[in-house]
């Protein structure tokens, strides 16, 4: 599912235009984008947690070159779905 189909769906079950619940949708995306990366966890109770992890310190090998390289720590984001949100799905 795209977002395009996303907005489409939302558009017909509340009967607002398309246009405007693509102005929500893409607001709700920066709202979270901007969260996280002040480093501030997102969450939607009943459906999951946006959330920043962060990533050890690691060494690697580039294999062209025969190398070893070290990945300095760094922060991700990540989602993990609520209970019943995981229940519905399995």
């Known amino acids: ?3 395009a189909d996303i907005v489409s769906e939302i558009a017909k079950s509340t009967g ?6 693509q102005t929500v949708v893409e607001a709700f995306m920066e709202s979270v984008k901007d969260s996280l990366a002040r480093k501030n966890n997102v969450y939607l109770r009943g459906f999951g947690s ?7 310190q690691k ?6 070159k025969n190398t070893t390289i070290t990945i300095p720590e760094h922060d991700i984001p990540a989602f993990k779905p609520a209970k019943s949100f995981a229940a519905k799905v399995k």
Request: no cysteine; proline share 0%; aromatic share 4%.
């Open 59 to 64: 060494v690697a090998r580039n294999i062209s």
């Open 1 to 3: 599912m795209t977002k």
């Open 50 to 56: 946006f959330i920043v992890k962060k990533r050890a």
């Open 16 to 21: 607002l235009e398309k246009m405007q619940v």
